[in-house]
């Protein structure tokens, strides 16, 4: 897999991004991607071939790895990557229409724009920047309850047994390198736990932002409406006495 295209093409989401998104693509590139790449395809490359089993029964050895090992880390964490970094282009697609909506607005009144700046996370694109993250966060606790529930809290046995058909009877059956794949999944599902809660803290500070902007905005409108108020007190006439 070509990762160098979703590298590219996802950090152009950064000029769009607050700090916590930023930090956030900077762990997934450095801390998953360069790791899934360089090393964990590495150490899971011959788990299929140095499986055994102490069986010479046909198809027990491939009916065990299946059971084993419904799911091959490799292609789950290839997916996990993959549907975290799709929401973000969300993000940019709203940003280029945005953009081409204003230049067409440039073009019907001879250079007044209607967006200042389009990437300015305001109306719409606000809520398709929340979105994004909601639907980051949840892709990864989704990817990391399916790695919870298919390897029985994140552990790889040394030893496992199984006794499914065509195996003559309950057989021993051994994976290699298992400390070192175990910490490798334990790595990246610390770095999933990470991300995700980059994710939330990006959350509550647009919505915190949101609230003290609206907050201000109130503040501003009702100072502004006692002034007038003041003011239309004061320029009443006085009183005629009444004699």
Known sequence: MNWSGLESLISGVNKYSTAFGRIWLSMVFVFRVMVFVVAAQRVWGDENKDFVCNTRQPGCTNICYDHIFPISHIRLWALQLIFITCPSLMVMAHVKYREGKDAKYVELHHGSHLYANPGKKRGGLWWTYLLSLVFKAGFDVAF?????????????????????????????????????????????????????????????????????????????????????????????PPPVPVS
């Open 144 to 236: 990391l309850y399916i790695l919870y529930r298919i390897y029985d809290g994140y552990d790889l046995p040394k030893l496992s047994k199984c006794s499914l058909e065509p195996c003559p009877n309950t057989v021993d059956c051994f994976i290699s390198r298992p400390t070192e794949k175990k910490i490798f999944m334990l790595f990246m599902v610390v770095s999933s736990a990470v991300c995700i809660f980059m994710c939330l803290c990006e959350m509550v500070y647009l919505i915190g932002k949101r609230i003290s902007k609206l907050v201000r905005i109130r503040q501003e409108n009702q100072r502004l409406l006692f002034a007038e108020q003041h003011e239309l007190t004061n320029m009443a």
